[in-house]
């Protein structure tokens, strides 16, 4: 199925939506967080006239399960140029992630005022990369790599053969599901699309997101987006990374920084 269909919401009643929780889209078992905050974006977009999500805040307050689930939205704002909208996944009468949006106009082809982004790194052609698989070196079940063409640089492979090299850093390529197009919803589930930066320092479990932001820069060029997934710090059985894409055309069209808990061994 497409992405724009997985992550579809349908309005049940004012501000109130009805989704389904898609079991592919997971990993061990859990719905991966960007795929989550995707069909909450689709949401907030429905309730405000502005056509894009520019911004995006979630906390994961814990794993939904699969099948129907509700989002609950509210308008805080409703501006002109962007208006700002809360939006709460239930199920079972609990909150199991809430999201702060803001939603506005993203231009395409912009021309940058002034630009001190992360550069486009040197990622390996995309034939030349590694498609991830469905279960991990680890022997964790990866669903959602059936679905999506996740493609990894072999230069960041180490820790597929046992020896990460200890540079936290992961990137490759990314298309959904019938090369369906990037738009900016999509974006919220780019960010958290590949494997966390921790895999390039040490073998890690499940690395649970407790924060997740992102911004929409553009809309992307048709065709698949370049990711670049780089952890900075880890103590106390937690790590923030820093996640950029880039388009087919090289602009950077999304960023984002996440907090996640991890234990190594």
């Not at 509210?74 to 996944?89: D, K, P």
């Not at 590694?130 to 640089?153: H, M, Q």
Request: glycine share 10%; with cysteine; hydrophobic share 45%.
């Amino acid at each position: 199925m497409l992405f724009s269909q997985v992550s579809a919401v349908a309005e049940h009643e004012g501000g109130v939506f009805e989704a389904c929780i898609d079991p592919s889209w997971s990993i061990a078992g859990r719905p991966n967080g960007g795929y989550l905050l995707a069909i909450l974006g689709r949401a907030a977009g429905a309730v405000v006239p502005q056509p894009h999500v520019l911004t995006a805040s979630a906390v994961y307050l814990r794993p939904p399960g699969f099948g129907a689930a509700t989002v609950r939205t509210e308008v805080l704002r409703a501006g002109r140029s962007a208006s700002q909208v809360r939006a709460t996944m239930v199920q079972d009468g609990k909150s199991c992630v809430e999201a702060l949006f803001t939603v506005g106009t993203v231009g395409r082809d912009v021309v940058p005022f002034w630009d001190r982004a992360t550069p486009l790194p040197a990622i390996a052609g995309r034939e030349e990369c590694v498609r991830a698989p469905r279960v991990n070196p680890t022997g964790v079940p990866v669903p959602i790599n059936g679905e999506v063409d996740l493609r990894l640089d072999p230069a960041v492979l180490g820790f597929a053969r046992g020896n990460p090299s200890g540079a936290g850093e992961l990137r490759g390529w990314l298309a959904l599901p019938g090369d369906e197009p990037f738009d900016p919803v999509a974006l919220l589930y780019a960010v958290d699309a590949l494997p966390p930066g921790t895999f390039e320092i040490a073998t890690s479990g499940w690395v649970p997101t407790l924060e997740l932001t992102c911004y929409v820069r553009g809309l992307p060029a048709p065709g698949p987006v370049r990711v670049l997934q780089r952890a900075r710090l880890v103590a106390e059985d937690r790590f923030d990374e820093l996640c950029t894409v880039w388009d087919s055309a090289g602009r950077l069209v999304a960023q984002a920084t996440q907090l996640a808990g991890v234990r190594f061994g």
